[in-house]
């Protein structure tokens, strides 16, 4: 994993993609931001057209901003640049709730371009949706693809993908990031989080990344107000009362699904009157959508739920949060329940409850105190560094996202890192394509075009280069078949055939034990299946230098 993570950052360096055009488009579909733009959001805007607009190298950018204060925007706008110019862009978000959001508010702002297409992918999709939907992705019919970690899978193919908007990422697993760090080394990949996860902020912090911070509040917004204690009945009826009087609404959070009806029977019996529902990730996925749906029109008062309301809903008449068993949540985590409230111009309210004091670990004490401390608006990013204080940051290239560097020292970590990294290159062959060394371009200008066996001839000799450099020890056909015997490893053949660029050669050659096999369409008379041969070996050729590896 620390060999693919490293290469990947190097190989990302290497890459160059045309720059996106800048068009009048983007003025006017910029202009149509209802609100007067923060100065932090206008650099965040030109830092993001700088990436695609005059760098060759793939964006890798990170924007760290409070819930609230226009992370959106600034991907609307990366999304229109790279639609525009014929290209897809896929949004990822880690629950359906939040993906859900995210394509309303997209389509929304695309509703005036009619040509660009917007899709999202979801399990509340039927079996036959879900096959229209991956066919038009496949065919570049959508424009952008709005879903969680199923646009992931193996059976969603783009057919031009440019961008990647992965919001609120530390809610990813492991494997997860890794799969979206190496989706495509060539896509611009755009990082929207209001609590980084440690490794992400640091990946930033030291220059691995690009990061834009957002931390001024747009101006109408108010500090939340955060209490912390006890939990204590008494507590809570009068929260919830003062919340309900002002014609507001609720969240009640809790870490577990199943302590959830023993608050909601506590609340019926505290406030028979009030329309209450539950909401949590294991809710038939229709039933969640319109329990949703109701608490955001405002016909459900409180709102029983795990942190699936996390990120990403927006409800302005919410504006009063209470989490109990606080201690059994992360401080990314907390951070973000408490941004659920306080998005409007009204004065909001999270009550973070513990159930006793002497309960709690030092760690759960000091993230709580951190906590406390980070009531400012903006203050996710020092969040987040206390986090990496609190909790490490985690093995840079490792599957642990935190980590304790604390024997070494982070700096002097950092420096044997870099200088690692330094060596890469030392250790690299670069090979050259065989048509730059062709000598039979000079044996034309002398004698002039090759007999055909002569050709014949030259083409199984590079044949014979090529396999020899692959580990390939024997080519043979039998029908429509095509055998290679050889020692590569079944993973050096997946990464091989992941970096080749004809789809017709990946898809037709299997690693079966110790032979790469490929099942042609027909059979091929013998100048023909010699051109196969050369260009099928030509291609896995070329990717041989992402393999000789530091």
């Not at 005059?54 to 609307?76: H, N, S």
């Not at 611009?188 to 640091?202: E, F, H, Q």
């Not at 907390?334 to 999270?350: F, I, K, M, P, S």
Request: aromatic share 8%; net charge negative.
């Amino acid at each position: 994993m620390v060999v693919d993570l490293m290469e990947l950052y190097l190989h990302r360096l290497k890459q160059k993609r045309p720059p996106y055009p800048r068009s009048p488009a983007m003025a006017e579909f910029a202009s149509q931001f209802p609100y007067e733009p923060t100065p932090d959001q206008k650099q965040a805007f030109i830092d993001v057209e700088k990436d695609l607009t005059d760098q060759e190298t793939p964006m890798d950018r990170l924007i760290c901003g409070d819930v609230g204060f226009g992370k959106t925007e600034v991907a609307l706008r990366a999304i229109f640049c790279v639609v525009s110019a014929g290209k897809q862009a896929m949004v990822l978000a880690p629950t359906i709730v939040l993906a859900k959001q995210h394509f309303d508010v997209i389509s929304d702002r695309f509703s005036k371009y009619p040509s660009i297409k917007v899709g999202l992918l979801s399990r509340f999709q039927g079996k036959a949706e879900k096959e229209e939907h991956l066919n038009m992705i496949k065919k570049g019919d959508l424009d952008i693809i709005v879903g969680t970690h199923s646009l992931l899978g193996n059976r969603v193919v783009y057919n031009n993908l440019g961008l990647l908007v992965v919001d609120e990422e530390q809610r990813f697993g492991v494997k997860q990031k890794e799969k979206i760090a190496s989706f495509k080394t060539s896509v611009d990949v755009l990082t929207l989080s209001a609590t980084p996860i440690p490794r992400t902020l640091y990946l930033a912090l030291t220059g691995f990344r690009d990061a834009s911070l957002i931390s001024t509040p747009p101006p109408e917004r108010v500090p939340i107000k955060t209490h912390l204690s006890a939990f204590g009945k008494e507590k809570v009826i009068a929260a919830i009362r003062y919340e309900l009087d002002r014609g507001g609404q609720v969240f009640y959070v809790l870490p577990l699904i199943k302590g959830l009806e023993e608050v909601m029977d506590f609340l019926k019996q505290s406030f028979p009157d009030v329309d209450i529902a539950i909401a949590h990730g294991k809710q038939y996925s229709k039933q969640l959508e319109e329990t949703m749906e109701k608490f955001a029109q405002g016909e459900i008062k409180i709102l029983i739920c795990t942190n699936i309301v996390e990120s990403g809903l927006d409800i302005q008449n919410a504006n009063t949060i209470i989490i109990q068993d606080v201690q059994q949540f992360g401080l990314a985590q907390l951070y973000q329940l408490r941004g659920r409230v306080g998005r409007a111009d009204r004065e909001a309210y999270a009550y973070l409850l513990y159930p006793d004091k002497s309960l709690l670990s030092d760690q759960a004490l000091e993230r709580l105190a951190a906590l406390e401390e980070c009531r400012e608006l903006g203050q996710g990013f020092q969040l987040a560094e206390r986090d990496m204080g609190i909790r490490g940051f985690g093995t840079i290239f490792g599957e642990q996202q935190t980590g304790d560097v604390g024997n070494v020292g982070i700096d002097l970590f950092f420096e044997m890192l870099f200088e690692s990294l330094s060596k890469v290159e030392e250790h690299r062959v670069v090979s050259v394509p065989y048509q730059s060394v062709e000598f039979t371009e000079n044996l034309r200008r002398q004698y002039g075009k090759e007999p055909y066996s002569m050709e014949i001839l030259l083409k199984k000799l590079y044949v014979r280069r090529m396999a020899a450099d692959l580990g390939i020890s024997r080519i043979y056909a039998s029908g429509k078949m095509v055998g290679m015997e050889t020692s590569m490893s079944k993973r050096v053949f997946k990464l091989m055939t992941d970096s080749m660029i004809s789809d017709v050669h990946r898809n037709s050659l299997i690693f079966d034990g110790d032979q790469i096999r490929a099942e042609l369409l027909l059979e091929l008379p013998r100048e023909q299946l010699l051109n196969w041969i050369f260009q099928c070996l030509a291609e896995l050729h070329a990717s041989l230098p992402a393999l000789i590896k530091y």
